[in-house]
């Protein structure tokens, strides 16, 4: 009886010792990934900001720019002349994308959307745009070297306000 009890014991000992590694295996691959997540997460700046960093990068949103939204925009960024004041059909002018715009007032989320939908992403109630809509035209990385384009142009007081959209 001894010896069966001695047995039992045991086996009971080397379930906990496997408990406690399997736990411990758990525990080390669950902080694993939580430092994976950190390391591999962007820094407080955004895709776009770090973008801005990259020559090469602001280069292909200037001439992505400039094949698809200066027309409209300004090779300026100036916008239409009175962007203000609608057509007379009451569609909105193209605004301009320097610190004198509105553009900055938005979150890069809601800009990439409007580059993607265009003037079809407006409600009815808000108004009517002729902007053409990019998604099946622009790649997601052409459209945010675009961003990244019109950001590198913005004073630093803008790119801080703008970051916090």
């Not at 047995?7 to 000992?13: D, L, T, W």
């Amino acid at each position: 009886m001894k010896r069966v009890q001695k047995r039992h014991q045991e086996i009971m000992q080397k379930k906990q010792r496997q408990q406690r590694m399997m736990g411990g295996l758990l525990l080390v691959g669950l902080l694993m990934i939580v430092a994976g997540v950190f390391w591999l997460r962007p820094s407080s700046d955004s895709a776009e900001t770090a973008g801005m960093s990259n020559r090469q990068f602001v280069a292909m949103g200037e001439e992505v720019y400039n094949s698809y939204c200066a027309a409209c925009h300004g090779f300026n960024f100036e916008g239409q002349p009175d962007w203000q004041q609608p057509f007379a059909d009451g569609s909105f002018k193209a605004p301009p994308h320097d610190e004198t715009g509105h553009t900055w007032h938005h979150s890069d989320t809601y800009l990439i959307e409007s580059i993607k939908l265009g003037g079809a992403r407006l409600a009815p109630n808000i108004g009517v745009s002729a902007m053409p809509a990019y998604e099946d035209v622009l790649t997601d990385e052409q459209i945010e070297a675009v961003l990244a384009y019109i950001k590198s142009s913005w004073p630093p007081e803008i790119l801080e306000a703008q970051s916090a959209r």
